[in-house]
């Protein structure tokens, strides 16, 4: 089992800036990749970013790159979600995930094994 604790939310105004951690722990061995997603009220939760463990790909939706950006600290067993220029359109749930597997396209939800608890991420115009 892996045990993922996001922190880092909070309420920034629009134009600002936060910056999300999520610290794994348990069989972090087993891990080869992860993600962050999001919820916003009223909608389906939607992929963020994504990295793999080791190699350091980095990928993003359309609707964060150039403002996001998805590290990794493999030594502290923590994933960041660096946000920038924030719009009140990325007010949500932030949610981080991991996944054992590499075989499906890092966007897909049902790919990660496990998942935090989320943390609040609100933008005020």
């Known amino acids: 089992q892996v045990q993922l604790v996001e922190s880092g939310g909070g309420l920034v105004q629009a134009g600002g800036s936060l910056r999300l951690s999520c610290a794994a722990s348990?069989?972090?061995?087993?891990?080869?990749?992860m993600g962050w997603f999001r919820q916003a009220p009223g909608k389906e939760r939607e992929y963020v970013a994504a990295t793999s463990w080791s190699g350091g790909r980095t990928y993003y939706a359309d609707s964060v790159k150039g403002r996001f950006t998805i590290s990794r600290d493999n030594a502290k067993n923590t994933v960041y979600l660096e946000m920038n220029s924030l719009k009140p359109e990325d007010t949500a749930v932030y949610y981080c995930?991991?996944?054992?597997?590499?075989?499906?396209?890092?966007?897909?939800?049902?790919?990660?094994?496990?998942w935090g608890q989320g943390t609040q991420v609100t933008v005020s115009s």
């Open positions: 995930a991991a996944r054992g597997s590499t075989a499906q396209s890092f966007t897909v939800q049902a790919s990660y094994d496990y």
């Open positions: 348990g069989r972090t061995f087993s891990i080869k990749a």
